[in-house]
């Protein structure tokens, strides 16, 4: 029988004692050293490691007895009690670390599931439920905020541009197009007075394009592109469908991560994934719109391509985390359809001229 | 160690009739964890963070000693893991009435405006309780899991009142423009210190008091109102607003005031900070023994230096390794899939690199800092130290929702 010097606390109280410390075949037995008193007597199997202890220390304790600690500083005694049967670090059967895996696998794949699969559907479902004058409430408060945080990020006044012949030519295209969806939807255009170079389809038919994409466009085709596209948009309800899914993956990115690291970054991608496919639609469907009400619809496509060439440098990068797919993907896709050979131009130079001139008339947003 | 009359500790510590506190580990140990958990965190989409949590403070918990015998922490992943499932439960239910509120509250505003505007504001006056709520709470779980010669620690009180008192004292900090702030802060910290027990003995601040702070909290207040005033004056005189403008060249006097005032206002946030973490633990008691922490500013401030450094380096090296890779990978013709892939690598690394550098270059050194230079004066008799019980059966499940620090 050996016997270890250590140092020992009995769980009850903090005091220390130093103690030796005898084996024998099954038991430990932990004496004070001064006094030969019997402080413990630990089965050897029932003991286990303290496994987080800094180089130099053993710890252990006994499954008997939980608050109650063994310090001893020579590994000899462990060499000792491995040979004596004892299990000091006990392992998780294969099997239970397999489930384990299993379980753990299933339960984020359950989480994917929930936020690529199921969420979008049935906050389409959920998308879907909502009156249509619910959604052009929310429409014109979400154009509210909009144009608001536009002017902001210009640096401008929140403010409509709205010379009388401009809106007339816009309202114009727009009843013409509208034909070609043959849609009972209503749709309501606003230019808003900012640089940016874009158009927005919100809630309930309500649309805001920008007084920059006018300026860039080159044509009332391109103008009239643009337009269905985003009038394609509110026909899917892609819109109040979108707010939807953003609001349950807010919340599901929150329970993943915890709190808000890498939520927006996540969030991007997810909710981008989904409006790639929204974008698609919009474009093909916008198009077959033209198509149809025969409008000439090389417009997307010429628009596109001076897009790209002026957002060339960064936007290309960024075309996996943004939420519109490639420019090159898109021209293709315009340019597959074809003009009627009867084609006509979107507005009549008249026309055109006023809808470019539309900012020489603005009205402040009104809250 | 210091001549300041709050700070001072009598008598000096003489060995043999105090404590010794320590800090020892193995920096590639902790090294080792923490990489393993943030490879592990990505592929789980941050499931691990329980467990991953777990790793480190049990490194951390052991490689503090007293009096030779390290601490040990016994909480548990799956611990951690059902408390965040119970917070879970509660709080989304809540998230989603919200947001029905606030869609009726557009769609119809006659009937639902009035309802949605109280209860959004009563939520964020809940939130800010519940953050405090939650700080307490996870305090108590952690406390409870630390043991010492198998002693448990413990927080008892509650939560609610913890939470009270510190909206209070935001409350009157506020209304007086924070020139309460030391006092007004006092009652909560002294809550939580008087309710703190290792076994079965408390910690106690009797005479702890906002009042020999005032002096340093005037002066930064002063820093602070100056700084900021400053700047208003500026954006006022020359007619600007903080938006982004890209007309507006960024002006050179802006760039200098950020250049000296933000590095300023970091060692003016220290000079305070740390001087009121000196004065708190110069308060606290435990039983016959008084503490003193003999940190410095200065020590801290090299910390969080060579933290920067090697945070901004590394940063810079994923900026540029990915800028470099997209311009080879990407062609004319449009964004390829390639350079996609470049970006969301150079986004994992970055969250690799920010996981190792967080630990391992200022928790590490500044908690071994503040063990290292801490004194304990008086002699516990440990034979009067009884077992405590134990404490709650899960874990912070709040706090992790919530994002209330804590490592």
Request: glycine share 8%; with cysteine; charged share 15%.
């Amino acid at each position: 029988m050996d016997h270890y010097q250590g140092r020992y606390a009995d769980g009850r109280t903090a005091t220390l004692y130093e103690v030796t410390i005898r084996l024998s075949a099954s038991d430990l037995f932990i004496e004070e050293t001064t006094t030969a008193t019997l402080l413990a007597i630990w089965p050897i199997r029932h003991l286990r490691k303290i496994n987080d202890d800094p180089p130099g220390i053993f710890r252990l304790r006994c499954v008997d007895d939980e608050a109650a600690r063994l310090t001893v500083f020579e590994s000899h005694l462990f060499t000792q009690l491995a040979q004596a049967g004892a299990t000091l670090i006990v392992r998780r059967s294969w099997p239970k670390r397999i489930a384990i895996v299993l379980s753990t696998i299933l339960l984020i794949l359950a989480f994917i599931g929930a936020g690529i699969w199921g969420w979008p559907r049935l906050a389409d479902i959920i998308a879907g439920l909502l009156p249509e004058n619910h959604q052009q409430r929310l429409g014109a408060s979400a154009k509210t905020t909009m144009v608001t945080l536009l002017a902001k990020i210009y640096h401008t006044e929140p403010r409509f541009c709205t010379s009388e012949a401009g809106v007339a030519a816009l309202n114009k295209m727009i009843a013409q197009i509208a034909v070609g969806f043959s849609t009972p939807m209503h749709f309501k255009a606003d230019i808003a007075d900012v640089r940016m170079v874009n158009a927005f389809a919100l809630p309930g038919g309500e649309i805001v394009i920008t007084s920059g994409l006018i300026k860039f466009a080159e044509n009332p085709e391109e103008i009239a592109a643009v337009l269905s596209h985003e009038m394609a948009h509110a026909i899917h309800h892609h819109p109040i469908r979108g707010m939807v899914r953003a609001m349950g993956h807010n919340i599901l990115i929150t329970m993943l991560f915890g709190s808000n690291i890498g939520s927006s970054l996540g969030e991007a991608v997810l909710n981008g994934a989904y409006t790639r496919d929204m974008e698609a639609e919009a474009d093909r469907d916008g198009l077959i719109a033209l198509h149809e009400v025969g409008i000439k619809n090389l417009g997307l496509a010429t628009f596109f391509k001076r897009l790209r060439d002026k957002e060339e440098g960064y936007t290309q990068y960024l075309s996996l985390l943004s939420t519109h797919p490639s420019f090159e993907d898109r021209i293709t896709a315009a340019e597959s359809i074809q003009d009627r050979p009867n084609a006509n131009s979107a507005l009549d130079t008249k026309e055109w001229e006023s809808l470019r001139k539309v900012c020489d008339q603005t009205k402040p947003l009104e809250d | 160690m210091t001549k300041d009359p709050h700070l001072a500790v009598h008598p000096v510590p003489q060995s043999g009739d105090s404590h010794r506190i320590s800090y020892t580990d193995q920096p590639s140990k902790l090294a080792k964890i923490i990489l393993t958990n943030a490879l592990l965190m990505i592929p789980t989409l941050g499931f691990y963070r329980f467990w991953a949590k777990t790793k480190v403070r049990r490194h951390f918990w052991s490689s503090i000693k007293l009096d030779g015998d390290a601490l040990e922490y016994t909480g548990t992943g799956k611990e951690l893991l059902i408390g965040f499932l119970i917070a879970a439960t509660v709080f989304i239910p809540i998230i989603v009435v919200i947001q029905i509120l606030q869609y009726l509250a557009v769609t119809d505003p006659d009937q639902y405006g009035l309802i949605a505007a109280v209860v959004n504001f009563s939520f964020i006056i809940l939130l800010v309780f519940l953050v405090y709520f939650a700080f307490f709470t996870a305090r108590r779980y952690r406390m409870s899991r630390t043991l010492w010669r198998g002693i448990r620690g413990g927080l008892d009180g509650s939560g609610f009142v913890y939470a009270l008192r510190c909206v209070w004292a935001l409350f009157l900090t506020s209304i007086t423009a924070g020139i309460a702030g030391p006092y007004a802060e006092m009652p909560a910290l002294r809550y939580i210190i008087k309710n703190s027990r290792f076994g079965t003995q408390r910690f106690d601040a009797p005479s702890l008091s906002g009042g020999p702070l005032m002096k340093r909290w005037l002066v930064y207040l002063f820093c602070l109102f100056v700084f900021f005033g400053a700047l208003i004056i500026y954006a006022v005189m020359s007619g600007m607003t903080f938006q982004p403008a890209e007309e507006t060249k960024p002006p050179v006097f802006l760039g200098v005031f950020f250049l000296i005032g933000l590095p300023g206002f970091i060692v003016l946030n220290l000079w305070y900070g740390i001087y009121r973490i000196r004065y708190i633990t110069s308060q606290i008691i435990y039983g016959p023994v008084r503490f003193a922490s003999g940190i410095t500013t200065g020590s801290v401030l090299w910390i969080g230096f060579i933290y920067l450094l090697a945070f901004i380096g590394m940063l810079l090296a994923v900026v540029l390794a990915v800028s470099v890779l997209a311009s080879i990978f990407s062609h004319p013709s449009g964004g390829s899939p390639i350079v996609g892939a470049i970006i969301i690598a150079g986004a994992i690394l970055a969250f690799i690199g920010i996981s190792i550098i967080v630990p391992l270059l200022l928790i590490r050194p500044l908690l071994k800092r503040f063990i290292e230079t801490m004194v304990m004066v008086g002699k516990i008799d440990f034979s009067h130290i009884g077992q405590a019980a134990r404490g709650p059966g899960r874990g912070e499940g709040l706090a992790d929702i919530l994002d209330v620090g804590g490592f």
